[in-house]
Structures are given as structure tokens and as C-alpha cells.
């Protein structure tokens, strides 16, 4: 049996490790794909259309969290996803998502009853694709299931491509916000369409009344650890449209967007590879924290540079991606800073814990969350707007992570081993900032920016090379069969 188990851990961590690269390649892709159409869409919609959207897609998504249940984790972590199993929760997901449409219709008639027309038909479309939405994530679960993330990778980067493609064309043709609902409407159906297509799983409907009770009550357990999401662009951005305006709010979502790509990127990694890995050392804690501390220390290492560059440069930043009008949110941008480095370690110790079998105490980080959330948002965002609404976030955030690292704290080990990496790095960095500033002067910012990484790389680089440990991991990534 041992050899068994060994068998099957050597041949699931090359997967899981192959996976990880894959998956966050796409993200990669994605996400320039996506970047370069959003400055395409600021520069052509302005801030009072983008305001626009983002006020009716704060409100689906915070409306989104009452039916998310989990149903593709379910799958996931089910021992036998029968055909019976997924019809079934095909079944329910749609159930679910027929609910959401009839909420959305009775919000939206809420605010098409007070003149908000095109508000009202966003909302109302956003929950047709929440609908589709529920149904593609269970597909891509079967995908996770079988450790498919070529497929997975190739499905999302040609739907990036096509969808920002087609949206960037509809809102150079004068198609206004709606551009912006095609991109997202595409994002749903074509995900599904590929995935449909790729396992060739029929879509059909079951009522399995056993597993539908334990997909409800699992539900109810993610419902509890998403509280703290409700912390993170969803309330925030609901009472920022409201008491402050659409243009203010188009503001904060372009700031938050920038901010959160951290995540984005780092969120595959963390879930296809943090998790297994100490899943796999939960009996070996010495290699444990070891492994914790030498993926903390790397990620603040990499992470220093991109959030000190938006907190000493938030407004050329902005006016040279997005345009002169858009400098109202270079001091939101600048608060978001903390959110790139803050989101990713959150993240990271949930895996830890998770991977202990401790989601209550993940549970409790995420509650810790909103309880800190709600008393600084309405503190701070009637006197300081965006600006006052992301230190909210940002607090709310770290104060979560304290709390996880505090009940994580029998598997971290000594914090000192990563903590003083990240401070040094950012040392390091600044100083670089200084430089790079005096010897661009009166040049672009473009310019500085680009002198201050190369010489930040360049120091790490060298340091990856000189230490032992960094020489090893380089060979382990290039020549792995060695």
C-alpha cells in the first residue's frame, strides 16, 4: 500500500506542478488580453460608462454570493462524480440560477421604475449570465477532475481572445456600455460551449434527492467562508456608486482592477500546487514550514516591486494608461497598493489551513474580515469616498491575515524566515527608486519605471544565482529530469 501511495504522489505532484504552470500561463495571456482591452475601453467609454457597468455589476455580484454554493468544489472533492452526480448538479445550478434571474428582474425593475433604464437591463442580463455561469464552472470541475488544464488553458485563452475581440469591436462601433455586457455575456457561453465540447458530457438534468442535500449543506459551509468576500469589491462598490456616484466608482473599479491582478496571478499557483503540496507534508512539519516560508518569501520578493511602483507612481501610472481623465484614481490606486501584497499571502495561508483540514478556523478569518470591514467602510467612505472605501478594504484585509496567520501559526513556523526577506526587498527597492528617479529627471515615466526594474532584477537574479538553494530551483524548473 505505501508503494502505492508513493506511486500515485510522484506521478499527481509532476501534474499538479505541470497544471500550475499551465493554468497560470492562461491567467497570464488573459489578463494581458484583457488589460489591453480595458485601456481600449476607458479611453473610449469614459469614466461615467464604465461607472456605469461597474455599479450594475457590483450589484450582481453581491447579490451572486446568496447562491454560491460551491458546486463546482463539490464536484471537485467528491470520491465518484458519477453522470448522475453532475446532472444532478446541473440541476440544481440552474434552479439556482432561475432564482437569481427572477431577484435581478424585481431589482431591475426597481430601478427601471426610477428612469435607470440601461442600469435596469444590466442587472437583468448579468443574472441571465450567472445562470450559464453556474453550469460552466461544473463543467470545468470534470476538467479539474481529470487534471485537463491543457484544455482548460487553451478553452479560456480563445475565449479571451474572442470575447475581448468582439466586445473592443462593439464599443468602437458606438455599442457604448453594452460593449461591456457582450464581453462578459461571451465569457459565459463560450466557456460552457468549449466545455461542453471538450468533455463530451451530454447536458441533461437529474434529481439525485441524497446528493442534493449534501450539496446543500456543503453550500452552506462556502456561503459561511465567503463572508469575507462580501469585504472585497462587493459592498464597497455597491454604497460607492451610491453615495459618491458612477464616475467615482469607475474610479475605484479601474484602481481595484489594477490591484487585483496579484491575485489573479497568483491564485492557480496557490490552488493547483500550494494545496497538494502541503496536503502531501501535513505529517512532515519541519519540510512544511519550510516550504511555506520559501513560497512567502518568494512571493513577497516578486510582489514588492509591482505594489511599491503604484504607491510611489499612482498618477502617471494612470494618465499614461488610461488618459488624463482618469486621474481621480491615482490616490485609490495608491491605497490598493497594500491589496497586492496582502490578497496573495491571505490566500496562501488559507491553503495552508485548508490543507490541514482547518476550514472553520478559514472561516473565521474570512467572518474577521467583514467584522472589520463594515465598521471602516462606514467610517471612512462618506468623508474620503474611493479613497476612504479601499483603506477599508485594505485594513479589513490584513487584519484576516493576521488572524489566519495566528490560527495557522503551528504550521508557519517563525515568521522571520519570509518576513524579513519581503522588508529587505522593499529596502532594496526604494532605494533602486531613488536612483532610477534621479537619472530619468524630465524623462518619461516609462522610463523610470523601467530603470528601477531592471535594476531590482537584476539583483535578484544575481541572488537567485548565488545561493544554492536558487540554483537548485532553477534547475528543478528547466531541467526537471534531472
Not at 532584477?457 to 544565482?465: E, P, R
Request: proline share 3%; hydrophobic share 55%.
Amino acid at each position: 500500500m505505501a508503494a502505492e501511495d508513493v506511486s500515485y504522489s510522484s506521478t499527481i505532484a509532476p501534474q499538479a506542478i505541470r497544471g500550475s504552470v499551465l493554468i497560470s500561463t492562461a491567467v497570464g495571456i488573459n489578463g494581458l488580453i484583457g488589460f489591453a482591452a480595458n485601456i481600449v475601453f476607458n479611453r473610449h467609454l469614459g469614466p461615467l460608462l464604465i461607472g456605469e457597468y461597474a455599479f450594475a455589476l457590483a450589484i450582481s455580484d453581491l447579490l451572486g454570493l446568496l447562491i454560491s454554493i460551491g458546486l463546482d468544489i463539490y464536484l471537485v472533492q467528491a470520491e465518484n462524480c458519477s453522470r448522475e452526480l453532475f446532472h444532478s448538479a446541473l440541476t440544481l445550478g440552474s434552479l439556482l440560477g432561475l432564482a437569481f434571474i427572477a431577484l435581478s428582474a424585481a431589482i431591475g425593475g426597481f430601478f427601471w421604475f426610477h428612469g435607470e433604464h440601461i442600469l435596469a437591463g444590466l442587472i437583468v442580463g448579468l443574472g441571465v449570465q450567472r445562470l450559464v455561469l453556474i453550469n460552466t464552472a461544473s463543467y470545468f470541475a470534470l476538467l479539474r477532475r481529470d487534471l485537463r488544464f491543457q484544455a482548460l488553458s487553451f478553452i479560456q485563452i480563445l475565449t479571451g481572445i474572442l470575447e475581448h475581440g468582439i466586445a473592443v469591436s462593439i464599443a468602437l462601433l458606438g455599442g457604448g456600455v453594452w460593449s461591456l455586457f457582450t464581453r462578459d455575456m461571451l465569457d459565459a457561453i463560450l466557456n460552457l460551449a468549449f466545455a461542453i465540447w471538450v468533455t463530451r458530457v451530454r447536458f441533461a438534468f437529474a434529481w439525485r434527492i441524497s446528493e442534493i442535500r449534501r450539496m446543500v449543506r456543503f453550500g452552506g459551509a462556502i456561503l459561511v467562508s465567503q463572508s469575507g468576500e462580501l469585504a472585497v469589491h462587493h459592498i464597497d462598490s455597491a454604497l460607492l456608486g451610491i453615495v459618491s456616484g458612477r464616475q467615482e466608482l469607475a474610479f475605484y473599479d479601474e484602481a481595484f482592477k489594477i490591484g487585483d491582478i496579484s491575485r489573479r496571478v497568483a491564485s492557480p499557483a496557490l490552488q493547483q500546487v500550494a494545496l497538494p503540496t502541503y496536503s502531501q507534508l501535513r505529517h512532515e512539519p519541519d519540510s512544511q514550514q519550510l516550504a511555506f516560508g520559501r513560497v512567502q518569501a518568494i512571493g513577497g520578493i516578486l510582489l514588492v516591486p509591482f505594489a511599491l511602483t503604484l504607491f510611489l507612481y499612482p498618477f502617471p501610472v494612470i494618465v499614461t494608461l488610461f488618459g488624463p481623465n482618469w486621474a481621480g484614481a491615482a490616490p485609490i490606486l495608491r491605497i490598493f497598493a497594500g491589496y497586492i501584497l496582502l490578497q496573495p499571502a491571505l490566500d496562501h495561508v488559507v491553503q495552508l489551513l485548508l490543507s490541514q483540514g482547518k476550514a472553520v478556523s478559514v472561516a473565521r478569518a474570512k467572518v474577521a474580515q467583514l467584522l472589520f470591514f463594515l465598521p471602516l467602510l462606514f467610517i471612512l467612505l462618506p468623508h474620503f469616498q474611493g479613497v476612504g472605501a479601499a483603506a477599508a478594504v485594505v485594513g479589513a484585509l490584513l487584519a484576516s491575515l493576521l488572524y489566519a496567520l495566528w490560527e495557522a501559526r503551528s504550521y508557519t513556523g517563525s515568521f522571520i524566515h519570509w518576513v524579513h526577506r519581503s522588508a529587505a526587498a522593499a529596502a532594496v527597492f526604494l532605494l533602486f527608486a531613488a536612483i532610477a528617479t534621479l537619472l530619468t529627471t524630465g524623462h518619461s515615466i516609462i522610463l523610470t519605471i523601467s530603470v528601477l526594474l531592471a535594476l531590482y532584477g537584476s539583483v535578484v537574479i544575481t541572488a537567485v544565482f548565488i545561493f544554492p538553494a536558487g540554483r537548485q530551483l532553477i534547475i528543478r524548473v528547466v531541467l526537471p529530469h534531472r
